[in-house]
């Protein structure tokens, strides 16, 4: 079994939303919302579940994380910094002239697996991983994080058809339910009805909880992969876009806002908690 990331990492979620906020601001960029839904998301996931030894991003026994909800790695980059994958300087020149870090996941960038961004494609690279790393008989976990509005493409049913079909019960989807997309809320673009009974007709041992909560994130994760079912997982994770800043929570219009110096501070007021 391949060691865990070291336990001193904390990955507070104030200090990652605050990661954000200064990523955001500096490049004067967008995507805020997106990212802040899935914060507590990879605070766990990276804080007790991800396997990189040594914490070696690249060692080959890792497990895989793939963000095929490109558009929120801000979230992402915030969590390699707190593993020292990305430096200090990364951060402040964001966006800038030289930048390697883009607005959507770059598998150029080391912690990042795949370049996503293009919604649907994600899933179906990670259910190509985890029957990888079944064919190769090793203990590796894939995880695919994807949006609810991501839902609506037709890449994701084929994956989680043929994941169902080889059993890759070392497969977990992690759906972001934050009831918006692009352009409106996923109920008005295109109704998805109970994400969880979609995922168990399609084969998959699926549980729905609070995004938010850390402690039943960490519980339902840990449910699933003890599970004695050879079925792919899938976790669906109620979620508030724009959580932790009273202005942008279910305020869809921060898909595409940019920061200026007062809803910087306004926001950096909100999230930080006297974390400066």
Same mark, same amino acid.
């Given at each position: 079994m391949s060691a865990m990331i070291p336990q001193t990492k904390t990955f507070d979620s104030k200090v990652l939303r605050k990661t954000v906020l200064d990523m955001a601001y500096a490049g004067s960029t967008v995507h805020i919302g997106c990212a802040f839904s899935i914060i507590e998301l990879l605070a766990v996931l990276y804080r007790n579940h991800l396997r990189y030894p040594d914490n070696n991003p690249l060692a080959v026994d890792r497990d895989y994380l793939i963000l095929?909800? *490109?558009?929120?790695? !801000?979230?992402?980059?915030?969590?390699?910094? /707190? $593993? =020292?994958?990305?430096?200090?300087?990364?951060? @402040?020149?964001?966006?800038?002239?030289?930048?390697?870090?883009?607005?959507?996941?770059?598998?150029?960038?080391?912690?990042?697996?795949?370049?996503?961004?293009?919604?649907?494609?994600?899933?179906?690279?990670?259910?190509?991983?985890?029957?990888?790393?079944?064919?190769?008989?090793?203990?590796?976990?894939?995880?695919?994080?994807?949006?609810?509005?991501?839902?609506?493409?037709?890449?994701?049913?084929?994956?989680?058809?043929?994941?169902?079909?080889?059993?890759?019960?070392?497969?977990?989807?992690?759906?972001?339910?934050? *009831?918006?997309?692009? !352009?409106?809320?996923?109920?008005?673009?295109? /109704? $998805? =009805?109970?994400?969880?009974?979609?995922?168990? @007709?399609?084969?998959?041992?699926?549980?729905?909880?609070?995004?938010?909560?850390?402690?039943?994130?960490?519980?339902?994760?840990?449910?699933?992969?003890?599970?004695?079912s050879t079925a792919p997982k899938a976790l669906i994770a109620k979620t508030v876009k724009g959580k932790g800043v009273p202005f942008m929570e279910n305020n869809n219009s921060w898909h595409y806002t940019r920061l200026n110096p007062e809803t910087y501070e306004q926001a950096l007021s909100a999230v930080a908690g006297g974390v400066q």
């Amino acid at each position: 079994m391949s060691a865990m990331i070291p336990q001193t990492k904390t990955f507070d979620s104030k200090v990652l939303r605050k990661t954000v906020l200064d990523m955001a601001y500096a490049g004067s960029t967008v995507h805020i919302g997106c990212a802040f839904s899935i914060i507590e998301l990879l605070a766990v996931l990276y804080r007790n579940h991800l396997r990189y030894p040594d914490n070696n991003p690249l060692a080959v026994d890792r497990d895989y994380l793939i963000l095929s909800k *490109g558009h929120g790695v !801000m979230a992402q980059y915030a969590c390699l910094r /707190e $593993l =020292g994958w990305l430096k200090d300087e990364a951060f @402040s020149g964001y966006f800038a002239d030289g930048s390697d870090l883009k607005g959507l996941s770059d598998s150029r960038i080391v912690g990042l697996e795949v370049t996503s961004g293009s919604l649907g494609h994600g899933f179906s690279v990670g259910v190509g991983m985890a029957m990888g790393a079944k064919l190769k008989g090793t203990d590796q976990k894939t995880y695919a994080l994807v949006g609810d509005g991501e839902m609506n493409e037709g890449p994701i049913w084929e994956g989680a058809l043929f994941a169902a079909h080889h059993n890759l019960k070392n497969f977990m989807v992690i759906v972001d339910e934050n *009831g918006f997309q692009a !352009m409106g809320s996923t109920q008005d673009i295109l /109704e $998805l =009805g109970s994400i969880q009974a979609k995922f168990e @007709s399609f084969g998959f041992e699926a549980l729905t909880i609070d995004g938010h909560n850390e402690a039943a994130i960490d519980a339902a994760i840990t449910q699933l992969w003890a599970s004695a079912s050879t079925a792919p997982k899938a976790l669906i994770a109620k979620t508030v876009k724009g959580k932790g800043v009273p202005f942008m929570e279910n305020n869809n219009s921060w898909h595409y806002t940019r920061l200026n110096p007062e809803t910087y501070e306004q926001a950096l007021s909100a999230v930080a908690g006297g974390v400066q």
